[in-house]
């Protein structure tokens, strides 16, 4: 993508009267690290960057807004804000305009056609990150890393993250402005993760994920990152009554992660940020994706295509099949 | 403090005296390695790198039974607490972190479950000879082979481990693995003092927090505040895996007549650790909890127990989802001071 | 004092007495505790503005001001609102009912240093219940002081807390006692109006004397304010705070105010040191 352009229009956006600012990706403070950037003014538009090391999804923060009583005397500030996203991240804001989470009219959509992104980890593993920055872009057949002003190019199978090698819409589904014209889509690979658990006895799952579990330390980064998390009021956090207990064991960290797997079931867009974030490395994309393949296989639905449309489970049709009620 | 050597190959008969004694060392791989108990027979390879949970769940648990009870009872039972546990390849900024913490768990009056557990554990550290990308310990008081906290610190010289008790529990395991263990002679300690210097020369990361404990505060209204917190998500990884947070939050929890009341880690980013019930919250986002946890640890803390509440063992930088990196806050603390 | 070696545990206490002081969704409702084993309640000693942490037992627990002053006897007060979990646990309590208390916890009003002055206590709605120890205390050694104005006030004469003993004392010529609502109601026969305008009216001089306030933020910020109006400096006021509490003992982390926990260095500021504390009125 040409990075002139995209901080060309940021800060034509940003610099707008009506948008209170743009959220896109940034350089982090050292090796590989990329930090989600709030762009202001013009000025700050020129730290934008746009590569394959931008997997945050940023669409969160559409609804992380910690919105505090205003003032007396003091206007709401109603300012749009600009999102860029990816393929997936575009996913997200589709299903949260069907879900009425935003208003189309709060939100400027700059799409990015994603050739897919590395998975942090593994980059790490394989090509150890160091404290001076270095930055990372997609070439024909692959990756380049540039560190130090030398270039090591990576074939992108070898990088690839899971959630893009599963991709469907690498192109974003709704946008206002894109940057770019859109990628080649590619053939998605088989979801073989959720294959193997499925394939799995019911001891064997019931240990798989009593092992993943007891890993959980509870920091809900998992609930915090995901676009689709944003309950005003989540019961996790509900004391009177209590309905899910502090105390971290396994019993709680299933019933927390469980009840966060279903209350994502039809809207799970598979962006990967809750097992990309997670401390304890916990596997949770399985999780959701298996519930999205139960979905997508028993219903034919899949969320965040239609931000017009109806949103799974919160809709009803008189000739819906009911056979599972009897 | 007596110093002597231990052959690597003699390291399983050295951990073989342990036994009769919980162990504890970390475990798993790289990203993955945590604190897990040691199989029985079996002597844990003690590699590089730091575990991605801080041992400091041996001395405060995630998640503590304080005492049990029947409802509607008036009797309450304390747990017994646990067995002897020696923690082998700790860190030296997670053993100071302890030291550090005892601060806070002994102010005025003890905290009988931390100290009781502190009693009953013994901690072998391992120098750093490879700190981490994030590691910035030299510069906030620690370094890589700092004896603070520990019982007893090896360092890795090659084929052997050089072993220097700090505490009288740390004499204790030098007695009793007596046979196991040489004299090391002057050559080997000055081998021992080259290896740390250079481990300590191999830190990038630093802070320079001169003044910034008395000038803290006085950034309550910088916009800096605003900026560090923006793309905060509120989640609990920095305070949950920083081996210095020592929050906790207390419930009753009940299943049947049968209940407990339990304490568990909290963490001052999320929203509800402050919010009254009235609904009224003192910090009501993120940009006040993000500025609360930097004063705390580098400003408040250091005000009571004269020690900034941070070892820089780099977990928060490493872990954190969105990059808010505690070196660079300071770093701008610093200029706007 | 006989302590249990372990903070965390608490006394068993009994119920002896309780009433309603307001009613609503919102209901205030004074206990009278008395510890069920005898060695505690001898070498229980609390100073007014102390606190406590009180509640049930597979419910939780809630940090409360002791609303009595040791001079009243061997029992302990409290005055709760119903607000969430545990104060909601509280309030299903009645006389013979056990309650679970550990403390006393805090700072409390340093009431020998106020010997021989005129102590001045300004509270609103429930914000009355850590004020009415310093009342009670100084009526008791009553000689010791230069005098005692009362100033209280709530929303409704409804809303007023420790009602049938203000009105005692409001006819009481000794002392300058005055009760205020903020809309006037038929049969009301004090004052009509917001407490620090009553402040402003009542018009105390600040000579050797010595100013405490406690109830919502918003009244605080205007009783400060028409204190100095009134000359009072910040030396001679006094405040008490609340946040979120768990421990009681500066363990847990929740409740401090820039580097004041307000469990161990308060409840009770002086307005000197409070106004250099910037997350002191968040």
Known sequence: MDLDKLRETAAEVAGRDDVKYLIGWKKGSYGYRIAPAFVEDVEAAAELIFSPLCTANLATYLTLVEKLPLPRGQEPDDRKVALMVKGCDSRAVAQLLAEKGIHRDEVIVIGCPCPGMVDPDLLAEKYPETEEPAELKWSDDGFVIVRDGEETAVPRDELLAEKCRLCRYPNPVVSDIMLDDPVETWEPAEDEGVTEIEEKEVDGRWAYWQEQFSNCIRCYSCRNVCPLCYCQDCILDRLNPTWVNRSVNFSENTAFNIARAFHLAGRCIECGECERVCPANIPLGKLNRKLAREIRDKYGFEPGLEPEGEPFQASYKPDDPEDFIL | ?337 | ?282
């Open chain 2, 1 to 337: 403090m007596s110093a002597m050597l231990l052959n690597k190959e003699k390291w399983p008969d050295f951990v073989g005296k342990l036994t009769g004694k919980k162990l504890w060392a970390p475990q798993g791989k790289g990203e993955e390695m945590r604190f897990a108990p040691v199989t029985e027979g079996e002597a844990p390879a003690l590699e590089y790198g730091n575990t991605r949970v801080p041992p400091k769940q041996a001395v405060f648990p995630q998640t503590e039974t304080m005492f049990r009870f029947q409802l509607g009872g008036e009797e309450v039972e304390v747990p017994e607490p646990e067995e002897e546990t020696v923690l082998l390849g700790v860190r030296p900024c997670d053993a100071r972190s302890m030291a550090i913490v005892d601060n806070l768990f002994g102010w005025e009056e003890d905290d009988p479950y931390y100290f009781k557990r502190r009693e009953l554990v013994t901690l072998v550290g391992l120098a750093c000879s490879e700190p981490g990308l994030n590691c910035f310990c030299t510069s906030v008081g620690g370094g890589p082979a700092s004896t603070e906290g520990l019982d007893l610190l090896m360092t890795d010289l090659g084929e052997h481990y050089f072993l220097e008790a700090v505490t009288e529990k740390g004499e204790a395991l030098l007695k009793e693995a007596g046979d196991l263990l040489e004299e090391a002679g002057d050559d080997k300690v000055k081998e021992k003092d080259k290896k740390i210097e250079e481990s300590a020369g191999k830190i990038k990361r630093s802070v320079d927090h001169e003044g910034v404990p008395e000038s803290l505060p006085g950034l309550w209204d910088d916009p800096l505040w605003q900026s560090v917190s923006a793309s905060c998500l509120g989640c609990g990884t920095c305070t949950y895996l920083c081996p210095t947070c020592h929050c906790f939050d207390i419930q009753d929890e009940v299943e049947g007549f049968d209940a407990r009341r339990c304490r568990m880690w909290d963490s001052c980013m999320f929203g509800e650790y402050t919010l009254h019930t009235s609904g009224h919250n003192p910090r009501p986002t993120r940009r006040e909890r993000t500025r609360n946890r930097i004063n705390h640890k580098y400003s408040y803390f250091v005000d009571k127990f004269d020690v900034i509440a941070c070892v820089g063992c780099g977990r928060c930088i490493n872990l954190c989802p969105v990059n808010i990196d505690i070196v660079e806050i300071l770093r701008q603390v610093k200029e706007a001071i």
């Open chain 3, 1 to 282: 004092m006989k302590t249990n070696e372990n903070p965390y545990i608490p006394y068993f206490a009994t119920v002896e007495d309780t009433w309603f002081e307001t009613g609503g969704e919102r209901a205030i409702k004074t206990f009278k505790v008395v510890f069920d084993d005898e060695e505690v309640r001898k070498n229980w000693s609390h100073r007014p503005g102390q606190c406590a942490m009180i509640g049930v037992l597979g419910v939780g627990e809630s940090m409360i001001s002791i609303s009595c002053s040791p001079t009243e006897g061997e029992f302990l007060r409290f005055s709760v609102m119903k607000m969430g979990k545990v104060t909601q646990a509280l309030h299903q309590l009645e006389a013979g009912d056990k309650m679970t208390v550990r403390g006393p916890y805090g700072n409390s009003f340093p009431l020998e240093k106020w010997e021989g002055k005129h102590v001045l206590t300004i509270g609103g709605g429930i914000g009355q219940a850590p004020m009415r120890p310093v009342v009670e205390y100084v009526k008791a050694n009553y000689e010791k002081y230069g005098g005692l104005t009362m100033i209280y006030g709530a929303r409704t004469s409804g809303d007023l807390c420790f009602k049938n003993e203000f009105e005692e004392m409001a006819r009481d010529e000794e002392l300058s006692c005055h009760l205020t609502i903020d809309i006037e109601e038929e049969q009301w026969g004090h004052n009509v109006g917001f407490v620090p305008q009553i402040l402003l009216d009542v018009n105390p001089s600040p000579e050797n004397a010595i100013a405490v306030t406690c109830g919502p933020p918003i009244m605080i910020r205007f009783v400060l304010e028409n204190l100095k109006k009134l000359g009072f400096e910040d030396d001679q006021i006094y405040t008490t705070l609340e946040n979120r509490m768990k421990c009681g003992i500066g363990k847990c982390g929740r409740c401090n105010a820039g580097n004041m926990y307000v469990c161990k260095d308060g409840p009770v500021f002086n307005y000197a040191t409070l106004k250099e504390i910037p997350e002191a009125f968040a």
